[in-house]
Structures are given as structure tokens and as C-alpha cells.
């Protein structure tokens, strides 16, 4: 199993490019998160999804959509880039039940710079 | 909402000695708590974690952590560490059942062989 993967692995955009930043699962996980991480804040939430169809916004969702249209792929959209959106992207999976929490996996992540 | 502190953000230790990261999260009510941790060049990998029950809990590689109710506080320790635990160590929170993972601002643990 490959768990949860992420291309590209890096991408440098310029200014008002867009793109996305695909994750895909084969975990048959339900929920899906994507992160940003920068440097000495930690990982912060930007989109989350609890199954196919249904999608939620996290702590920073401003300036990137998301969709979720199967349980393994849980892409994530910039659509006008900004320096401010430079940083490390991880995406997550678990498997959720109902008043249970469960431990989150991550992909290897895709560095992206904005110039 | 809630916030994780994490006060160490560098430390450096010579190979055989022990190991105490410093975890604080603020909230109210009931939580999980997860240590993770991040290799050089690799993804975040889970150490240990705290649903319930005893709050000493032990994970990989000889790692453990208490969860002191107390004090809001959940501690990674390892007796003797090794150059491979040179890594970036994150604490994370979220309420009990809860879906969304609070991160602390993590803290890179260099080893010296």
C-alpha cells in the first residue's frame, strides 16, 4: 500500500499563478485534511473533508478551494498565488467513527515557493 | 479554541542522553493528545498518542509520555537518545472525539554522535 501521496514534490508558481496540489489515498479512509506547515508555527488546518461530496474549511482556508469528489483524491486549488501562500503542504487521512477520535497519517508533503 | 505551546524550539544532546520535550495545551474540556514526529526528508510519523486510561504511555522506538491533567501538560521523554532521533518533534491536541488536530509550533532535537 502506497498510504497517502502527494505530487508534486515541489513547484515554484510566480505571483497570481495557479495550481493544484494533489493527494490521493488508498487507505479507504473517510476523512481527509490538507496543512500547511511554516516554518516555527507549527502544521495549521486549511481544509478538511469527512467523506466524498462534503468538504469544510479549517483555521486557514482564505485564498485556496478544495473538492472532494472520491474517498482517495482530496485535491487542493491556489488559484491566485501569493508569497504569502510559500510553504510546506501536507495532506492527511484517518478513519473517523462517530464520537471517536483516530490518529491522522500524512503524505510526504510538496514544498512550494511563490516569487 | 484551543492552543499547543511547545517552549523548546531547538535542543541539542549529545548521544546517551535524556530527553524531556516540553508539551502545554489550553483547553477546558477533555482532549487527545499526540506527539508526532518528523525525520529529515520525511514525513510526520506518529510517536505515541493519549486517548485515556493510564497517563504514562509509551510509544515507538522507546519513547513515552505523561499526561499531567493538572497542569495541561503532555511531556515527551526517552531515557538515552540516538544520532537517528535527530528529528522535528511536534505535540498535538484536539478535543476528545473531536476531527481537527491543533499543532504546536514543533521543536528540532539535534543529537550529537
Known amino acids: 500500500n502506497a498510504g497517502v501521496t502527494q505530487t508534486p514534490k515541489f513547484r515554484i508558481l510566480k505571483i497570481g499563478q495557479s495550481m493544484t496540489l494533489q493527494c490521493a489515498q488508498d487507505?479507504?479512509?473517510?476523512?481527509m485534511y490538507w496543512y500547511r506547515q511554516d516554518p516555527g508555527m507549527g502544521l495549521k488546518l486549511i481544509y478538511y473533508s469527512v467523506g466524498a461530496g462534503i468538504t469544510d474549511k479549517g483555521e486557514v482556508p482564505n485564498g485556496y478551494n478544495v473538492s472532494r469528489s472520491t474517498t482517495e483524491d482530496f485535491p487542493l486549488r491556489l488559484e491566485l498565488a501569493a508569497p504569502s501562500q510559500t510553504s510546506v503542504y501536507f495532506c492527511?487521512?484517518?478513519?473517523?467513527?462517530?464520537?471517536?477520535?483516530?490518529?491522522?497519517?500524512f503524505g510526504p508533503g510538496t514544498r512550494l515557493t511563490v516569487l | 479554541a484551543q492552543s499547543v505551546s511547545q517552549h523548546n524550539h531547538h535542543v541539542i544532546l549529545s548521544e546517551a542522553a535524556s530527553l524531556e520535550l516540553g508539551c502545554n495545551y489550553s483547553y477546558g474540556g477533555t482532549v487527545n493528545l499526540f506527539w508526532y514526529v518528523q525525520y529529515p526528508g520525511q514525513h510526520l510519523q506518529l510517536l505515541l498518542k493519549?486517548?485515556?486510561?493510564?497517563?504514562l504511555v509509551k510509544g515507538i522506538k522507546g519513547f513515552e509520555a505523561e499526561f499531567i491533567k493538572s497542569k495541561f501538560s503532555f511531556n515527551l521523554r526517552k531515557p538515552s537518545v540516538q544520532w537517528s532521533d535527530t528529528a522535528e518533534y511536534f505535540c498535538?491536541?484536539?478535543?476528545?472525539?473531536?476531527?481537527?488536530?491543533?499543532f504546536g509550533g514543533g521543536t528540532r532535537l539535534m543529537v550529537k554522535p
Open positions: 487507505m479507504n479512509h473517510n476523512y
Open positions: 492527511a487521512t484517518s478513519q473517523r467513527t462517530s464520537g471517536y477520535t483516530d490518529t491522522q497519517y
Open positions: 493519549y486517548f485515556s486510561g493510564d497517563p
Open positions: 498535538a491536541v484536539t478535543p476528545y472525539a473531536g476531527n481537527m488536530l491543533t
